[in-house]
């Protein structure tokens, strides 16, 4: 058995704020103690540490947080972030099927998922929602790279059997590379699997079909899709789908909105699709940069609350801007003030930690910094910058946490641990062991 103690401020929240009163957990003078992996105590460093007695103290010197969760993230778009010119279909077309294609090439795959979880930590990011391409070896080389670092992540193969020439699966394929992929990665280790067809336009119904027996027959399984995020792309969902009443429907006819789907984006969704969310139990990864970035719109978090419906936060890279989810949290905020919405701070937190945890079933897992808990997290440097440290200089934990998420990113993300170990070290440059 190994134990280790770390002695820092320390804040998580322990549901969301929208929902209950007093969900901050904040301990200025904390102490965190892990028994192999797992938080075994945790509290004011006065009171846990004599438990303890004779345990090593590491100090860490910034905001120790949970692990931030990324809800809905490409992997394979990497290297196609900024890519200048289109919205939303023009942009796939020109840039990301192009690149997609590459992946049909196992060591492109190996080598580009190095690159993002490598990236993901050092932006404090220690689990996501990953989608792969339409290719099976995209996720067998994700998935590999994940497990040697001892990763909690969740991917799939896309289901795309109309997509463009050289980017196409079929029914029948689709359905047996995604039972095999399950069959040996779902819950292996801290692994687990999402049915991942791209959107509604790119399958055909007989292939939904198949998503949704897939869904069905695995339990444990995740369904992992886009939904309602540009006008035009919704213009051609309701051309195709003429019968469905709005386009979460299309999706449901195919028994594809249940408790374990997770939709990304939702930025333009009739009251009704809001209802039937918050009535199954599904959600949105809501992707505030990528919205900004391809003109999609803003999402409305007051019609989201209205209705209760499950929210995460998404970077939806290469249509996302940024891989911190602490400069995503910011522009959820930006996001959100045109409808008359003043998204809080601890709110946004939630909604990186423990809010996409619970979209993702998780929430049991990580999310929270709660004993029984794998031990992810990150310490965060409030005063990365100069102009951080002058505007959080004496100031309050609510004001210090909005100029993190308002001015920081990666720069803030001083080191990331992974079930107990420093996987990144801002100041040395690498992880520790
Ligand atoms: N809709 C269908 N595919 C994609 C994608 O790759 N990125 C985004 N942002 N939206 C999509
Ligand atoms: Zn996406």
């Given amino acids: ?61 910034g905001l120790i947080v949970p692990g931030f969760i990324d809800a809905h993230v490409h992997y394979p778009q990497l290297g196609r972030i900024a890519s200048h010119g289109e919205q939303l279909l023009d942009w796939l077309e020109r840039h990301i099927f192009p690149a997609e294609k590459a992946f049909a090439d196992p060591v492109h795959a190996a080598g580009v998922a190095e690159e993002f979880l490598g990236e993901l930590l050092r932006h404090g990011t220690t689990s996501a929602l ?32 109309l997509g463009p020439e050289g980017l196409r699966d ?9 039972e095999a992929l399950i069959a040996k990665w779902h819950g292996r280790g801290r692994l687990q699997y999402a049915v991942t067809p791209r959107y509604a336009l790119t399958s055909s119904d007989a292939q939904l079909a198949v998503a949704g027996e897939l869904l069905a027959a695995h339990p444990g399984v995740l369904l ?43 930025v333009h969704l009739p009251d009704r699709s809001c209802e039937r969310l918050a009535e199954v139990g599904a959600g949105i990864a809501v992707c505030p940069s990528s919205n900004f970035f391809l003109g999609s719109g803003m ?68 999310g929270l910094l709660a004993e029984g808990q794998e031990a992810d997290f990150v310490v ?36 990331t641990y992974v079930m107990g170990r420093c996987v990144w070290d801002r100041d040395t440059g690498h992880g520790h062991a």
């Fill in 170 to 178: 079929t029914v029948e394929a689709a359905r047996a590379e995604t």
């Fill in 224 to 266: 992992h899709t886009h939904l309602a995020e540009n006008k035009a792309e919704i213009a051609a969902v309701a051309a195709r789908f003429a019968e469905a009443v709005d386009y979460l429907d299309a999706y449901d006819r195919f028994g594809l909105v249940t408790d374990r789907s997770v939709f990304a984006h939702g």
């Fill in 380 to 415: 965060l440097d409030d005063a990365a910058t100069p102009l951080m440290a002058r505007r959080t200089a004496g100031a309050s934990l609510a004001e210090r946490l909005f100029a993190m998420q308002t001015l920081g990113d990666d720069r803030a993300v001083r080191q």
């Fill in 130 to 161: 990953v989608f792969g391409t339409v290719h099976a070896a995209s996720v067998e080389a994700f998935f590999a790279a994940a497990e040697a670092r001892e990763l909690r992540m969740i991917c799939g193969k896309v289901l795309m059997d």
């Fill in 299 to 366: 999402f409305d978090f007051a019609q989201a609350e209205r209705h209760g419906v499950r929210l995460g936060l998404g970077s939806d890279i290469g249509a996302g801007t940024s891989l911190s989810l602490l400069h995503n949290a910011g522009l959820a905020y930006q996001a959100g003030l045109p409808g008359g919405y003043v998204l809080d701070p601890f709110r946004a937190l939630w909604l990186a930690t423990g809010g996409s945890a619970r979209l993702l079933h998780i929430d049991g897992e990580v």
């Fill in 1 to 61: 058995m190994t134990l280790q103690g770390f002695r820092g401020e320390i804040l998580s929240l322990s549901c969301d704020p929208a929902e209950g009163p007093d969900p901050v957990r904040h301990e200025a003078d904390g102490f965190l103690v892990i028994e192999d992996g797992r938080i075994a105590a945790r509290g004011p460093f006065a009171d846990v540490s004599l438990h303890f007695p004779g345990l090593a103290v590491e100090q860490l010197r």
